[in-house]
């Protein structure tokens, strides 16, 4: 294989830039997944060099495939029904050409950088198209083969690349959270669909909770997620009885998505006319959260500066009022002052200028304005 780079200089001991793939993943720098990719990304026989641009392909394609598995695990709890399926001859075609392309890539030298850009071309033609228009089975038949290659490739351990299955490992939710997740999910999915409408009941709500009933005897591990389940509900309840406004029913919808399941590891990604999506909360949905939690907290701080600003001007402008325009000009800059307060005569003994005169007459006249002001405001004293 080619010499793999960093910053420019070839890894080496000497000099003192090399890194093992243990050391690597054990640092966390990298995981197995990503690692793989960057080494897709460049052809066997061609030196790679570790670069930011490098690291941001890798870390989306990876991205780029767990959302389209995302999809595809969503559609197998979700299906389509009375799809068109009018799009189902373009995808195949656009699914065809993959294969071949892929094939004919790895055929020439094993050129999996073509092979990578295949498969991504491949699920953005799959992303493109109009889903109420598409079969299920051949956006199954898409992910299997995707699955399939990129286990070929190494990205999903040591999971068989022939066993029928789809997706990759870290794309689905752990076992033992699905039964109380997805309950609570479709829960909230109902309750923010009517409070949204405007005609969420009472009936209503004791319609939609009747339905799932987690159990007290829990094996230990999917205690968290049962006891997410049970305090929705009995948060729902509870609102319920104050007959509470519907904003506070969304909120709660907002606090089990952004607080609870997350939490927990786990994301539901609403969306318009559908079931929420039940996702893990993987690197670049957290890396989304630290951007807009930033954008939050940066806001917040200049509020804060804007207001703490505003509260010492406010409070040196008291301070300014307390001063008579009487006394405003009585310091050691000036030697003489008419009954009024204004300067005669400088700290030398010379007349004040007539220019000078007007500039500082304006400034008393302005704090007169404001001592009186001031006056008014705190009352006799």
């Known amino acids: 294989m080619g010499h793999l780079s960093i910053s420019g200089s070839k890894m080496s001991k000497s000099l003192k830039n090399f890194t093992t793939i243990r050391e690597a993943l054990a640092r966390g720098d ?58 189902d001859e373009k995808i195949r075609k656009s699914f065809e050409l993959a294969k071949e392309k892929v094939h004919s890539a790895l055929a020439d030298s094993f050129d999996t950088p073509t092979a990578v850009r295949t498969i991504s071309t491949l699920i953005t033609d799959y992303n493109s198209a109009n889903r109420t228009e598409l079969s299920d089975n051949v956006s199954f038949d898409v992910a299997r083969w995707i699955t399939k290659m990129v286990r070929i490739f190494g990205l999903d351990g040591s999971a068989d690349p022939n066993d029928g299955t789809i997706g990759w490992s870290g794309v689905d939710i752990p076992s033992e959270a699905k039964e109380f997740v997805y ?18 009941t009472d009936e209503l709500l004791t319609s939609i909770l009747s339905r799932d009933n987690p159990s007290k005897n829990q094996v230990a591990i999917s205690i968290p997620y049962a ?31 952004d607080l609870d399941l997350w939490n927990l590891g786990i994301y539901l990604e609403d969306r318009e006319n559908a079931p929420a999506m039940v996702r893990p909360v993987d690197a670049e949905l957290r890396s989304a959260r630290e951007q807009k939690d930033a954008i939050t907290r940066q806001k917040r701080e200049a509020k804060e500066k804007r207001e703490k600003d505003e509260a010492e001007k406010k409070l040196k402008l008291i301070e300014q009022a307390k001063i008579s ?57």
């Not at 309950?183 to 969420?200: K, M, T």
Request: charged residues 35%; neutral net charge.
């Open 227 to 257: 006891e997410v389940l049970s305090t929705f509900q009995d948060n729902v309840k509870s609102l319920a009885e104050k007959k509470a406004p519907t904003k506070d029913f969304l909120d709660l919808c907002d606090r089990l998505r």
């Open 183 to 200: 309950a609570v999910s479709r829960e909230r999915d109902e309750i923010r669909q009517h409070a949204i409408a405007g005609n969420l």
């Open 325 to 381: 325009h009487k006394d405003m000009f009585k310091t050691t800059e000036f030697s003489s002052w008419n009954e009024d307060g204004l300067p005669t005569k400088d700290a030398a003994g010379a007349d004040v200028p007539k220019s000078r005169t007007k500039k500082l007459l304006k400034e008393w006249e302005k704090q007169k304005k404001l001592h009186e002001e001031y006056l008014k405001g705190v009352g006799p004293s």
């Open 30 to 87: 990298w995981t197995a997944r990503s690692l793989r990719i960057i080494f897709l990304l460049g052809g066997w026989r061609d030196g790679v060099e570790i670069t930011d641009d490098l690291r941001k392909a890798g870390s989306s394609f990876e991205n780029y495939v767990a959302n389209f598995f995302y999809k595809i695990r969503d559609l197998e709890i979700n299906p389509t029904t009375n799809a068109s399926g009018t799009e």
